[in-house]
């Protein structure tokens, strides 16, 4: 790709063009095993506590490349099915840098004695956004928009809400995780749905599909669709599928992102996981590649002889 090709491409969604509304929060292929970020109703749908550790980095090789960082903390339900989380998230391209903290509270509503529950969550959150011109290095040296905005550096509070729907081998979750927008970074409100499940094939063998979807006022709605194959609940791997709803455009400029997902669980406690993906069409004659690494670790339920929730939700 031409570098002023990969200068408009880098350029087309900054928070300081006036006038532009996209998708300003982070995201992370592994979503499905990270729910409580963008759905505070997901805390405490198991009964055992989990840290996750995940680091994505996009677009491999090129300055100044989309790179997003994130630390959580799942406590189990207590006896009042009452739970909380807390999560950190730092998201960096080129000169913007966000780094958020949330605190999530949830209570899980038991439905009936095959442990089905309504997840009802408030979160919590404040946002510091960096904006360093300094380290741009562009051709035009005085150019007005990127060295002359009026953007300060500041702390942003928020609060939203979470709905999500679980049994043992089924979710479906509705969210808000951030009612309030801001102006100054052109910063909207989101909107998530996820759902997916868990399909047994044979006694070593399961599916799990799941899809996201996000909406923003004045963009397209977004997809993420992926299917993971488990093989004895140790293994695990398949495909995943993103992009705007928008199908009639051109397939060569859609921008279509297709990854692979593959996941190991170390020990009773402990998994890893990883994605690579990339761009189909145009914007695949650069090197977009992304790269997502996963580390959770789960504590044991407090108490002896509960089962627990299937470790792959």
Known sequence: MKLIEKTLLFLIGPLYLN???SQQEASFNLYMFNNQSFNSGYVGSK???????????????FDGSPKTGSFSYINARSRKNLAFAITGIIDQIGPVQSNQFSTDLAYQLKLNSKNNFIGLGLKLSASFFDYNANILNPQQKND?????????????????????????????????????????YYLKRHHYFVTGGLLKMSPSLQLKPSVLLKKVKATPLTYDFSVLLYLKNLFWIGPQIKNYTNFSENFNLSGVGVGALAGLHLSKHISVGYVYSNALGILNSGNLTSHEMLIRYELSPKELGILRSPRIF
């Open 47 to 61: 009964n055992y506590s989990t840290f996750t550790l995940l680091n994505r980095s996009q677009w491999a090789g």
């Open 144 to 184: 007005q928009v990127l060295f002359q905005n009026n953007v300060e550096n500041y702390l942003e509070p928020n609060i939203g809400f979470g709905f999500y729907y679980h049994t043992p081998n089924f979710y479906l979750g509705y969210s808000i995780p951030g009612f309030i927008e801001n102006d100054n």
């Open 19 to 21: 006038g532009l509304y």
